[in-house]
Nanobody, 123 residues
Framework: QVQLVESGGGLVQAGGSLRLSCAASGRTFSNYVLGWFRQAPGKEREFVGT????????SYADSVKGRFTISRDNAKNTVYLQMNILKPDDTAVYYC????????????????WGQGTLVTVSS
């Protein structure tokens, strides 16, 4: 089992940047495929991006491709989401999630979720 805690959310102006972090408990962090998801007010949760166990493969939603970057540091049990050129439409609660399933460019059914961190982008 793994516990996930996100941090780094906040208020930023459009065009700005934020880096989210997600720290995980446990000694088997590198066994998990990790993902970032988000849920905007009044909308369903949606996929943002995912990263493979060793970090060699990543995939992103079309809406964030070229602006967001996922990375991980298995020695620090942490996954990051670097968000650049933020837009008001990026306003959402951002969740990290972990899965023991094989890597997929568009993961379905993550096993563990963090509590989320709010990102607000003002226009």
């Amino acid at each position: 089992q793994v516990q996930l805690v996100e941090s780094g959310g906040g208020l930023v102006q459009a065009g700005g940047s934020l880096r989210l972090s997600c720290a995980a408990s446990g000694r088997t962090f590198s066994n998990y495929v990790l993902g970032w998801f988000r849920q905007a007010p009044g909308k369903e949760r949606e996929f943002v991006g995912t990263i493979s166990r060793a970090g060699g493969r990543t995939s992103y939603a079309d809406s964030v491709k070229g602006r967001f970057t996922i990375s991980r540091d298995n020695a620090k049990n942490t996954v990051y989401l670097q968000m650049n050129i933020l837009k008001p439409d990026d306003t959402a609660v951002y969740y990290c999630a972990a899965s023991l399933r094989p890597y997929s460019d568009y993961p379905i059914g993550m096993d563990y979720w963090g509590q989320g961190t709010l990102v607000t982008v003002s226009s």
